[in-house]
């Protein structure tokens, strides 16, 4: 009655065995590592990297671990975070220079000490979330209407040439909210600029009304090309952020869109949390504007007069006051790279501009039209600019490289070919939410979560065994199964383990222990009511089970719902809750039951088994002991 | 070693009305807690920046404070956290002004105070991050109450999943009364344990439940009142065994698992101790207030035969 088919015990075999193997990697520890990875998608990590990384570290005296080559990234790993620091800084030396000309990233990392044979079956430890490692976590929200209102303006301006070059003559164009109106005086002009719109813009709709004697032509972006302009928008901040994160040399950093319309990034094992939050909390958006050199404006600039019609007024770096017009030539779209670097004839510090085919075709224009004029690049942060600098036009640019020059040191150049480089965003971002965990914090956070279920498990286990003997003892195995294969699938998974995450896996375990207890107590009854051991053990599993299943479901329902609507730590919660509910319903009745049998399941004329007192009320005191202990022939 | 020696079916329902009464006055009391004192919601709910910042020896409050208020603001809170040396401080969100500069000029001023002042955590959450978070909560409760009801209509019936949540909500209510009462903060992890109790709960009426359904079949002849009371004393055992074992677990993590995950385990606490009384009590007495019969868990008795009827069996 009590048996169990082979297949089934070759089922627990090797579920304990693949659990044993995944859970392995967790208990090796870490090791302090470099890693190298490469900062331009066109430098290639290779064998030839890799020697000379040793080569770096022969000359410094350090004698490397384990070496790995991965796609695009080389891990190295030390036995001391000393030696860990010192190698840092020889690769650094080695491979990069100077600190602008990086072509690849030096960051430190923490890389789990697993032998080679397991990371070959891809066993890896559990992925630690933020709250154990350390690090910075950020949420960014994009301004979407900024950068809707940014396309129009630029359509503005387009649509300007664009009705300048057909000698279209119209009354004004002005940009309102996200949408562009442009007045004309007759009929005949007005259709035929709705014309010339629909063939040259595509992406605008345009609608006609009167206005007071004239037609106003309203047009607005299309919601396809509007939800088009913001995935762009997203994307190109995503990658920009990409580029700032590499020059903070982190391992592993998270940079991931969430919604429509935020961005999430963290970043673990970081150190300088401040510097983190620095770099990514300048985020700012970069604009190329003519300077207005009227009168008015020089009297404006001066502090004596009224800013004129059309233009802005901003601050240099130095304090000085420019009026620029409120067109905008380029965005920071069109800026591709900014390298500080020296002029070629007076030596002097500069910065080099790349700019993209269309840019480039745009400034040709600009200076062609503007030689001896000034044009500032602005740089706006949080909604207020700032003139990063502002040059004199000599002569036409053309080919898209420009460089700027004239009154700044090298220091100066490289600060400004920084911010113009990290300052290309589509649209302004705000961190709307922002976690930083301090690295020692992390550890001790681990520590208490081991603790908790350490202890925990011990507590429960005794008090099985003390109540329940060896049908107790058998649950408590089957708990420690479940913690087993709990932390084998989280493993398997990747799954991030939050410091909530095992809170859960101690309240799992807590919870686990039910269909044990359920099993336990009927089989108990069974014997209570003279049933025979053998028909005892089978009645109690048979009907605990409908109840286990019943329970299990619930818990599961409330899982679910904490992970389709948590977020953050308490999705770690939820994860670890959900995949507990699974494990302990196969190891509290599968396998236990695998267990019993495999004891007590052989014996044809079994008396009585050891599961404690089994106590009849109708019986005298005293008979009550007749079961306990094992009764084997 | 056997704790539960009854001798006979202990008449539980004969004391429901008492039983239900005096869940119905926590209950109101709860609700008075709640809309007098409010919830202590904690940042994640309510937008704004704490740090948790670390002093080599016993912290002095009084001097934090002065620093901080020096700074301009006047409505900051700070306390103990866990030991003497750490302290958490709260500081409302401020226009403008982004967390990174806040907490700067905020460990900043602390450090003048006292050098050996350490950062070791900042959480900044931006207002609506706040209210969505709080929505989302509200969401995952009602799936949750929505999730059970079905499930339970679909394996018992109707009356005992409205009894099942009625029972339930009222632990989720009383954990929350708890906090109200004492404020206690609030956070979105103490939000996961509410949910994670109020599924644990329905454990307790399942048990009882399915106990009820099984008696029903066996004891053709007993009343319900009769058959509540043997499904409960039936399981009290196994009831007052599971609680303890993870109010075990739970205890080991009030001692050792800090003061991030205290409050959690006090809420997992509250839920698992009223659990007992709501699930054993409460609901099977709605239950039997809501008139379950023996025909709504068992469909086909008809077609067995009464075996009551003295010509059962006999065929001619």
């Avoid at chain 2, 302290?87 to 500069?101: D, F, H, M, T, Y």
């Avoid at chain 2, 007495?285 to 019969?293: P, S, Y």
């Amino acid at each position: 009655m009590n048996r169990y088919p082979v297949w089934k015990y070759a089922i627990i075999l090797i579920a304990l065995l693949v659990g044993s193997l995944y859970t392995l990697p967790n208990f090796f520890g870490e090791a302090p590592a470099v890693q190298v990875s490469a900062a331009k998608s066109s430098v290639k990590v290779d064998t030839a990297l890799q020697g000379r990384v040793e080569e770096a570290l022969r000359a410094a005296g350090i004698t490397p671990g384990l070496m790995q080559l991965e796609a695009s990234t080389l891990k190295v790993r030390f036995d001391t975070t000393d030696q860990q620091l010192k190698a840092k800084d020889a690769i650094q030396r080695a491979l990069a220079p100077s600190a602008d000309e990086a072509p690849y990233v030096v960051a430190l990392n923490l890389l789990s000490r697993s032998p080679q044979w397991l990371s070959a079956l891809n066993a890896a430890p559990m992925y630690l979330g933020l709250d154990l490692r350390g690090g910075v976590h950020f949420m960014l929200q994009v301004d979407m209407p900024s950068a809707l209102t940014k396309k129009a303006e630029s359509l503005a301006g387009d649509l300007r040439s664009a009705l300048r070059e057909k000698s279209l003559r119209h009354a004004g164009i002005n940009r309102n909210g996200q949408s562009i109106e442009v007045r004309f005086r007759e009929t005949a002009t007005a259709e035929a600029a709705q014309r010339l719109i629909q063939d040259q813009f595509p992406d605008l709709l345009t609608t006609t009304s009167p206005d007071a004697g004239d037609i106003k032509l309203t047009a607005s972006l299309k919601p396809d090309a509007g939800r088009k302009v913001q995935e762009q928008a997203l994307k190109q901040n995503i990658t920009t952020l990409h580029n700032r994160i590499n020059e903070l040399g982190v391992a592993e950093p998270v940079i991931q869109q969430q919604g429509l319309d935020r961005i999430v990034v963290q970043l673990p094992g970081v150190q300088d949390t401040a510097k983190a939050k620095d770099i990514l909390g300048r985020t700012a958006t970069l604009e190329i504007r003519m300077v207005e050199d009227s009168s008015e404006a020089r009297a404006a600039e001066l502090g004596s007069g009224p800013v004129p019609f059309g233009t802005e007024r901003f601050l240099e770096r130095n304090g000085q006051a420019v009026i620029v017009k409120k067109q905008v030539i380029l965005t920071g779209e069109n800026l591709t790279d900014a390298q500080p670097g020296f002029d070629s004839q007076t030596q002097e510090a500069a910065v080099h501009l790349t700019l993209d085919a269309k840019g480039a075709r745009i400034f040709r224009d600009v200076t062609r039209e503007s030689v001896g004029k000034r044009m500032a690049i602005l740089l706006f942060e949080k909604g207020k600019g700032e003139v990063v600098t502002a040059p004199v036009i000599r002569s036409e640019i053309g080919g898209g490289r420009v460089q700027i020059s004239g009154r700044m040191s090298t220091v100066e150049a490289n600060d400004v070919a920084l911010l113009l480089r990290a300052g290309s965003l589509a649209a302004p971002m705000d961190i709307i939410e922002e976690r930083t965990i301090g690295p020692s914090l992390g550890a001790e956070n681990i520590a208490k979560g081991f603790n908790s279920v350490t202890w925990g498990f011990a507590a429960v286990a005794a008090f099985m065994c003390l109540y329940y003997m060896l049908f107790g003892l058998f649950s408590s195995i089957a708990l420690g199964v479940n913690l087993l294969l709990l932390v084998a699938v989280l493993s398997m998974l990747q799954a991030t383990l939050t410091l909530p995450g095992m809170a859960a896996m101690a309240l799992v375990l807590g919870m686990a222990i039910d269909a044990n207890v359920l099993i336990n107590e009927r089989v108990r009854e069974e014997l209570r009511n003279g049933a025979s051991p053998q028909a005892a053990i089978h009645a109690g599993y048979e009907r605990a089970w409908a109840t286990i299943l019943d329970s299990n479901v619930t818990t599961l329902i409330a899982g679910l719902a904490l992970l389709a609507f948590g977020s953050g730590p308490v999705r770690g919660f939820a994860v670890v809750h959900c995949l507990g509910i699974l494990t302990s319903m196969f190891s509290a009745v599968f396998f236990s039951r695998g267990l019993v049998n495999l004891w007590y399941g052989g014996q044809k004329r079994l008396q009585s088994v050891s599961i404690g007192t089994v106590w009849r009320a109708e019986t005298s005191a005293g008979s009550g002991d007749s079961s306990k202990g094992l009764n084997r022939p | 070693m056997e704790f539960f020696k009854i001798r006979r079916d202990i008449p539980f329902m004969r004391n429901a009305l008492a039983f239900n009464a005096v869940s119905l006055i926590t209950f109101l009391a709860v609700v008075f807690f709640l809309f007098s004192r409010g919830l202590h919601l904690s940042v994640e709910f309510t937008g704004g920046t704490l740090m948790e910042v670390a002093y080599s020896q016993p912290a002095d409050l009084t001097q934090a404070r002065n620093a901080i208020a020096a700074l301009g603001y006047a409505d900051v809170q700070v306390q103990n956290f866990g030991t003497a040396r750490d302290v958490l401080i709260r500081l409302p969100a401020v226009k403008g002004v982004s967390s990174a500069q806040q907490s700067e000029k905020v460990l900043g001023a602390l450090k003048q105070a006292d050098a050996s002042a350490e950062l070791r955590r900042t959480e900044f959450v931006g207002p609506q991050v706040g209210d969505e978070l709080a929505a989302d909560g509200l969401k995952a409760l009602a799936f949750v109450v929505v999730g059970i009801v079905l499930y339970l209509a679909f394996r018992f019936e109707w009356k005992f999943a409205v009894a099942a949540i009625i029972a339930n909500l009222h632990d989720v209510i009383i954990i929350l009364g708890f906090f109200a009462f004492f404020q206690w903060e609030f956070s979105l992890p103490v939000l996961a344990a509410v949910l994670a109790v109020l599924g644990y709960s329905v454990n307790e009426s399942v048990v009882i439940f399915d106990r009820i359904r099984e008696n029903f079949r066996r004891f053709r002849k007993m009343d319900t009142v009769g058959i509540i009371d043997n499904a409960i004393t039936s399981t009290i055992s196994r009831t007052i065994i599971t609680h303890g074992c993870t109010q075990l677990m739970v205890l080991s993590m009030l001692l050792f698992g800090g003061a991030t995950l205290y409050y959690f385990a006090l809420a997992l606490t509250i839920g698992i101790l009223f659990g007992i009384y709501s699930s054993v009590f409460v609901a099977a007495a709605i239950a039997m207030w809501l008139g379950i019969r023996r025909e709504d868990l068992i469909k086909n008795v008809k077609k067995e035969g009464d075996p009551d009827d003295p010509n059962a069996g006999a065929v001619v």
